[in-house]
């Protein structure tokens, strides 16, 4: 069992393979309290980590100085309005107008396995894989019940957790959540350092570190959405960091809306760390013996590295988050049109792309933005989701029959949630975007967002996708989402709901995207958002892969790539080999070089096949290979970032070992090359050092620890932005 609790020391102790996470509770209040998190300890008596005997901080003798208590002690689930003055994790506000909580422990449950979080994304385990842990805590002045639900993933170093509040209706027949954050964590400070994720359109999940220190430092998103800005993930990392040295406590949260974590030392170098959804304009009415979940935070501990958190996590969303039926298969070689004709495509021009593709062994074609109402550009139409039979002579199901018999599946693309002033549905129904009634609301690439949260406009836009859907024989839908959110309002909400808005907005989304899955089972779902503005764990729980970034440059995917993969399975990332010079930046790299970097995602192309250049054109049947012959690999294998372009700017490397250990494929890229009179040691990880490693098309055999503690010769690639595939196997 994972999770044990010692009825004497009433001490709660989540055990992993290498990890351990305890929590008792305290005698005088029953107060929760945060005892360890980190290496695994093999017994619980560690309730003396608490504290609570070493003066002044003597919360049973008296009242005198419980606010001094209250401000130090290590809380597992902080509450506001009572005299913690750091960062908390729950305020509500009564009919009264007052605000604090105080929580006291009442009783728990221990049992295998986990339970679906209603509505929301969550990671799931059978009963031999995680064992969860309920402890149930209450206001009894408010009549208010918190029930922390824990996981321990045994196997995988992960503890996830999640919230669920109550108003039980005794004292209250309404209350106001103004703040649920799902997770805390309270440790002294290590001389930490916090790791989060940063960006733009087109830059996304850029790796920063920031000292953590007295202050608050962290991640914020209140755009309605993960963001290209910011990513709902931060690390505590011990000082000097690598990939296989130092400590990590990773934080990641399953939610594609408003979020926040901070990491704050306080006057004691205590640590806080805390997750959840954004406070910012959230206040959530609970009625009589309603309940609200919060949605889930992951937590990965490693000892050894980022290199061991990054493969915890990739396991994690492969096995138990990822539940599409594509998670554990090839996903078929697509052409998008996007790159290639942007709005300015006929059925023959699409035709033409297939005929040219399917020769070359491309085995999908996806239409883009476009094909639909009036859309000739991206001023209009969102929301009127019938074809537009000017460009789609002879209608969607000639098109893709067409398609079809050429041997290739077919996809679309939509944009569900959006609407264009400049569109039937607005004309038809302007209140049916999110707007403060009187105030112009802004737009943002000339659209506004629909509010999902009313019953009639969910189901319009169901119908809208599903009748396309069920049109032709569709089996690819990329989701796309192109703006955030802003002026909240919504018709359907009553002023003191008005804050629940975002919040809603994402349940929405969500609720669609399940319907999607129901209703049309074998359909490859791909997410996007403008690029990678919505790639978080929420969407992964509905989408196996996630467009990672509209920037296809080759080398300015190194990095976006180096930070999404830091964190999500190689098997998610929506990655695709793309014309030059490129759109985004005007760089020219060659054409080999564009699909090693596109082998580490989900590979694809992104080009007009009919017009690139017959050198780059010959090369895609043997890229088409190379996808074949790796592709199982790189999807199931252990990944390894070997070198970071980012920190040495020169070059970039990636290494996938097979779970097996019996393959290994190293990617090279050469950023800038340089005068070198020897080749360069690349040093490998994860091999096995008493095995000896072949060299595919070479006779040069090494031996693992050879591989690892010395180098693999790489010789420089003649020129900048090169790139070479070394595949070794075990003799
Ligand atoms: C943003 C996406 O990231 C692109 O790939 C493309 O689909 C455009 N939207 C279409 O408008």
Wanted: glycine share 8%; with cysteine; net charge negative.
């Amino acid at each position: 069992m994972g999770i044990t609790f010692n009825e004497s020391s009433k001490i709660f102790k989540l055990d992993t393979k290498n990890t351990s996470y305890v929590m008792g509770v305290e005698d005088s209040f029953g107060y929760l309290l945060h005892y360890y998190y980190g290496r695994k300890l093999r017994h619980d008596d560690v309730n003396y980590l608490g504290r609570t005997g070493e003066a002044p901080f003597t919360p049973d003798r008296n009242n005198r100085d419980k606010l001094s208590f209250l401000d130090c002690a290590p809380f597992e689930y902080p509450t506001g309005g009572i005299g913690d003055f750091r960062n908390h994790c729950l305020e509500v506000r009564t009919n009264a107008g007052h605000n604090a909580v105080e929580l006291g422990y009442r009783s728990h449950v221990i049992y295998s396995g986990k339970k679906a979080l209603p509505g929301l994304p969550a990671t799931f385990g059978k009963e031999n894989e995680c064992t969860s842990l309920e402890v149930v805590m209450a206001d009894d002045i408010l009549g208010l019940e918190v029930t922390l639900q824990y996981s321990a993933f045994e196997e995988l170093d992960v503890i996830t957790r999640s919230v669920k509040v109550k108003n039980l209706g005794t004292k209250e027949d309404s209350i106001y959540l103004t703040k649920v954050l799902s997770a805390c964590v309270d440790m002294d400070n290590k001389d930490f350092s916090l790791l989060s994720m940063h960006g733009s359109w087109a830059r996304e999940r850029k790796i920063q570190y920031r000292k953590v220190s007295q202050g608050r430092t962290g991640v914020v998103s209140e755009r309605g959405e993960s963001s290209h800005q910011d990513h709902p993930f931060v690390a505590l990392t011990t000082p000097n960091i690598t990939q296989t040295a130092g400590e990590v406590y990773g934080f990641h949260f399953v939610y594609s809306g408003n979020f926040e974590a901070y990491s704050e030392a306080n006057q004691f170098d205590l640590v806080r760390t805390v997750m959840g959804i954004s406070p910012y304009h959230f206040t959530w009415k609970l009625e009589k013996e309603e309940e609200f979940q919060a949605p889930e935070v992951v937590m990965v501990y490693s000892s050894e590295g980022l290199s061991h958190m990054t493969r915890t996590l990739h396991d994690l969303y492969r096995n138990h988050l990822i539940r599409s039926p594509f998670k554990d298969k090839k996903r078929p070689i697509l052409i998008n049109n996007w790159e290639a004709t942007y709005f300015e495509f006929t059925t023959e021009k699409l035709l033409a792309i297939a005929r040219e593709a399917s020769k070359l062994g491309i085995e999908m074609l996806v239409m883009d933005d476009g094909w639909f109402g009036n859309r000739f550009d991206d001023n209009r139409a969102l929301g009127d989701w019938f074809v537009n039979e000017e460009k789609l002579q002879g209608g969607l199901k000639y098109l893709v029959d067409e398609v079809n018999k050429l041997g290739m599946k077919f996809g679309i693309w939509f944009e569900p949630e959006m609407i264009s002033p400049d569109s039937d549905l607005y004309r038809e129904h302007p209140d049916w975007a999110i707007q403060v009634p009187g105030r112009t609301a802004g737009l943002c690439r000339c659209q506004y967002v629909l509010d999902l949260t009313r019953p009639e406009v969910l189901e319009h836009t169901w119908n809208s996708i599903s009748t396309i859907l069920r049109s032709a024989n569709i089996e690819y839908v990329k989701w796309d989402m192109n703006r955030q959110l802003a002026d909240l309002g919504s018709f359907n909400l009553d002023s003191d709901r008005q804050g629940e808005l975002y919040h809603r907005y994402v349940l929405a989304v969500y609720e669609l995207q399940e319907r999607l899955l129901r209703e049309f089972p074998d359909l490859l779902l791909e997410n996007c958002s403008g690029g990678g503005a919505r790639f978080d764990p929420g969407m992964l729980f509905y989408s196996p892969q996630i467009w990672c970034s509209d920037d296809t440059d080759a080398i300015e995917r190194l990095k976006i790539q180096e930070g999404t993969a830091m964190i999500y399975p190689l098997s998610s990332m929506g990655a695709h080999v793309s014309d030059c010079p490129n759109h985004t930046v005007g760089r020219v790299t060659p054409f080999e070089t564009r699909g090693h970097v596109a082998l580490a995602g989900t590979f694809g192309y992104e080009l007009d096949i009919t017009k690139i250049p017959e050198e780059d054109r010959n090369m895609i049947p043997e890229q088409v290979k190379m996808y074949h012959t790796y592709n199982d690999l790189v999807r199931t294998g252990d990944y390894y970032r070997i070198a970071s372009y980012r920190e040495n700017n020169e070059y970039d490397c990636w290494e996938v070992v097979s779970k097996d250990g019996k393959e290994v494929l190293v990617t090279f890229v050469q950023v800038l090359n340089r005068p070198n009179y020897h080749s360069r040691l690349i040093k490998l990880q994860g091999l096995n050092p008493d095995a000896r490693y072949r060299v595919q098309g070479s006779d040069k055999v090494y031996s693992g620890d050879a591989l690892m503690y010395a180098g693999l010769p790489v010789e420089n690639p003649w020129g900048d932005f090169k790139s070479k595939l070394i595949y070794l196997v075990l003799e």
